[in-house]
């Protein structure tokens, strides 16, 4: 079992930038961050929620949607068990809530993330 806990969330103006922050920790001594992929998913007012960005384990290999690719940047650092999303060049159409999600791959992450974090709430001012 894995925990995460999302943060930076905020009102920004558009054009504007936000950092989100996400704080992974396992229920077993021997857990280690880097044992699962990491992401974020956004869910839109009205809307379901959709893959945004994704990391592999070591950190090497991300994904992105294409409505924020060049504008978004996903990292990790596995020696704190931190995420982080660096959004630059924000829209109205961003605004929504951030879930930061873990699974045991990329792919298996960008459709259906084994867990999940509570949400931060990002809102994009025109």
């Known amino acids: 079992q894995v925990q995460l806990v999302e943060s930076g969330g905020g009102l920004v103006q558009a054009g504007g930038s936000l950092r989100l922050s996400c704080a992974a920790s396992?229920?077993?001594?021997?857990?280690?961050?880097?044992?699962?992929?990491m992401g974020w998913f956004l869910q839109a007012p009205g809307k379901e929620r959709e893959f945004v960005a994704a990391i592999s384990g070591g950190g090497g290999r991300a994904y992105y949607a294409d409505s924020v690719k060049g504008r978004f940047t996903v990292s990790r650092d596995n020696a704190k068990s931190t995420l982080t999303l660096q959004m630059n060049s924000l829209k109205p159409e961003d605004t929504g809530v951030y879930y930061c999600t873990g699974a045991l791959s990329t792919t298996a992450l960008q459709t259906t993330p084994a867990y999940w974090g509570q949400g931060t709430q990002v809102t994009i001012s025109s």
């Open positions: 396992g229920r077993t001594f021997s857990w280690t961050a880097s044992m699962i992929a």
